[in-house]
């Protein structure tokens, strides 16, 4: 399983019409290997968060090719691409969002509870040592809404890792944060890639974050310009 | 995915906003408390309506009619077989009232399955002679005893025993409207007048109100065995045969069939009195288009406040689909909250109703004309409660489905990337 491919994008394009034809994405292609730890850079405008949503399969109005886990996902059902989002990709987004309406814990469960292969239970004793991982299990069983920035990203992050995905996708996961703040979520993120042989692949506009990343695909007016 | 998880994020969200699920579910509290009494009520007041009219009449009704033979002696003769034979202004002959073989006819009902109970009887016209003057009058030779047991005779005798009519012997029960003209107390002797012109005196042990003025002033009743002696008919006489049937629904049908069998006119009750029918049914439709309305009022309630819902929860939704939930889960949380309404409704809208006609119930009444009704009548029937029930369920499910659905359809990108 070393180095085998777990994302692949082959010439992926994108416009809006709104009103007249725009290409926000423009022949993109690239591949990504498990145990990646790759971001995504651009100025605003570049296309670099369409990108991301594309490959997270919840935007499926495209052309191109998308493989995740050398399944191709075109013409799959909402519900299958639900599927597949749920067992092999974990997300990390700017602005936290977490369910206010639950605690730390049953925020990380979540996806769990989706995905239905463990019992409660072992979920619960699971989504402790993510969150035990992450410095924050005397959090658990606070509401979500009473934590701070950094730890809401903590608990979103833990949530990402529940069902053991192939694949983390974040998007500006640090764009909220102060600099301690980013610095443990991007000390974080090293470790999964290099201790759990995740994948991480996040879109950031922080470019001293970006460097410290292994691989930085640059995306200038809908085309990859560096990598 | 466990229906359990689905539904403890239900929860969770209805709790987030319990003022909203609140009034939501007060509202289909309301409605169905107030279709359950309104239609237990108005249903009520239907049977007590109609059993004024309903309850004393026989289901079925055999008698001899006066109307001219059919067949003409002209349509006997051989030479005008083939024609058509005119005749105008035909009178009935002297037909008599009596039913032939009546003991044999009542023997033969009784023992019939689908018959309730047969009750003889005889109307003879006469006279209430007051002084000079002279009013006329109907007196009902019945058998007491059936007369109770089958169409409530006892419920409206006001004033006397009226088993005393079988043991006191020329005793008459007057009607109220009768004993007030001629100012009768009970003890004391009337002599009426028969068509035949003889005089009979009669001793008054009770009066009777049915509560239709026009038919106290006129009737009254006495046994069998005085009827016939006032019309001077032995003691086979009998003028008609009451039959109360085990389904009302039949007598038309069996009305055909003992007419054809006994050789006799039938009238059934649903031809004697099809107004009443008619009346019951508009008034039950407008009670049931009230109480559906109030039904429907409160889904809407339910989908205003789930729209509400899902516009808080935007959020909440796309996070839900980011992470793996497909829009059917998602719909099937807000139909879950809705049903959640809706049941949590119906529960507590059955229990008011109960107390609501149980309040209703206790609230005296009284009318002269019903003079066994102390309190306003309430249909307690279990179909008023199981028609709210499941209407509640159908129209918070429908309520709760079109919300269900749009959120179902949320485009997470749309949310997660326009904030």
Known sequence: MENSTVLEARGICKSFYNPVKIDVLKDVSFKLKRGEYASIIGRSGSGKSTLLYILSTMDTDFTGKLLIDGIDLHYKSEKELAAIRNAKIGFVFQFHYLLNEFTAIRNVMLPGFKLNKVSEEELESKAYEYLKDLGIENLAHKMAYKLSGGEKQRVAIARAMINDPLIIMCDEPTGNLDSKNADIVFNIFKELTETFNKTLLVVTHDLIFAEKTGRIIELDDGRIIRE | ?419
């Open chain 2, 1 to 419: 995915m466990k229906q359990k998880h689905l539904i403890e994020i239900a929860v969770a969200l209805m709790l987030a906003r319990w003022k909203q699920t609140l009034v939501a579910t007060i509202g289909v509290t309301f409605s169905i408390a107030l279709f359950i009494s309104l239609l237990g009520f108005m249903e009520g007041l239907n049977q007590l309506l109609d059993g004024l009219v309903l309850n004393r009449t026989p289901h079925i009704r055999l008698f001899n009619d006066i109307q001219p033979s059919k067949i003409q002696p002209i349509d006997l003769s051989e030479q005008y077989q083939n024609y058509h034979n005119f005749i105008s202004s035909v009178k009935p002959v002297n037909t008599r009232k009596e039913i032939y073989n009546a003991q044999q006819i009542i023997h033969k009902l009784k023992n019939d399955k689908r018959v309730f109970g047969v009750a003889p009887k005889i109307t003879a016209q006469v006279f209430y002679n007051l002084g000079n003057i002279d009013l006329n009058g109907i007196i009902n030779g019945v058998d007491a005893e059936k007369e109770a047991k089958l169409f409530a005779f006892s419920d409206y005798v006001i004033k006397g025993n009226y088993r005393e009519l079988e043991t006191i012997s020329n005793s008459i029960i007057l009607g109220q409207g009768a004993a007030d003209v001629m100012n009768a107390k009970i003890g004391d002797i009337i002599t009426v007048t028969t068509t035949e012109g003889e005089q009979f005196s009669l001793k008054v042990i009770g009066f009777f109100q049915s509560g239709m003025a026009e038919i106290d002033k006129i009737q009254s009743f006495a046994s069998l065995t005085t009827t016939q002696k006032l019309l001077g008919e032995d003691s086979n006489y009998i003028s008609d045969i009451q039959i109360k049937l085990k389904d009302l629904n039949k007598a038309p049908a069996l009305a055909i069939e003992f007419e054809d069998f006994f050789k006799i006119n039938a009238e059934d009750i649903q031809t004697a009195n099809a107004q009443f029918e008619t009346g019951s049914g508009v008034r039950s439709i407008i009670s049931y288009a009230v109480g559906i309305t109030l039904l429907i009022v409160s889904g809407f309630g339910i989908y205003n406040i789930l729209n509400m819902l899902i516009y808080e929860k935007m959020d909440t939704i796309a996070i839900l689909k980011a992470t793996g939930y497909a829009g059917n889960d998602v719909k099937k949380i807000f139909i879950s909250i809705s049903l959640s309404i809706g049941v949590a409704g119906a529960l507590a809208g059955v229990f008011f109703g109960i107390l609501l006609s149980a309040i209703i119930d206790a609230i005296p009444f009284s009318s002269p004309s019903i003079p066994n009704v102390t309190t306003y009548p309430i249909d307690y029937g279990i179909q008023y409660y199981l028609i709210a029930i499941i209407f509640a369920m159908v129209t918070t499910f429908l309520a709760g489905w079109m919300p269900a659905k749009k959120a179902s359809k949320v485009d997470p990108v749309l949310i997660i990337r326009g904030k």
